[in-house]
Nanobody
Framework: VQLQASGGGLVQPGGFLRLSCAAS????????LGWFRQAPGKEREFVAA????????YYAAGVKGRFTFSRDNVENTVYLQMNSLKPEDTAVYYC????????????????????WGQGTLVTVSS
């Protein structure tokens, strides 16, 4: 599975961006997809995820209500719509996928995912 993320950039506080992640290869084997981010000097942290079998989206507390994770099954692309952006959202955002069976308690852990995109930088600043 290969993942290609795009859509990052510079945006003012309160603005919005939409990140995209195109998946290729053995996409039929993907069990879950996710987004993580890593701010300068900080550890990588969970942002959002969903299982391909259904069950809805899961979000980190700090982005819930502002970010929306969606998927286009035809194009094998996932999106992260980010609204009401804050300076603390500044980070490199990574899309990720796993072909393993994912349970809820492990969905938030970066070690669950074996495939990672190259990352796209989001900078929120005035």
């Amino acid at each position: 599975v290969q993942l290609q993320a795009s859509g990052g950039g510079l945006v003012q506080p309160g603005g919005f961006l939409r990140l995209s992640c195109a998946a290729s290869g053995r996409t039929f084997s993907i069990g879950a997809l996710g987004w993580f981010r890593q701010a300068p000097g900080k550890e990588r942290e969970f942002v959002a995820a969903r299982r391909t079998s259904g069950g809805g989206n899961y979000y980190a507390a700090g982005v819930k209500g502002r970010f929306t994770f969606s998927r286009d099954n035809v194009e094998n692309t996932v999106y992260l719509q980010m609204n009401s952006l804050k300076p603390e959202d500044t980070a490199v955002y990574y899309c990720t996928a796993t072909t393993t069976r994912v349970i809820l308690t492990t969905m938030y852990q970066s070690a669950t995912y074996e495939y990672w995109g190259q990352g796209t930088l989001v900078t929120v600043s005035s």
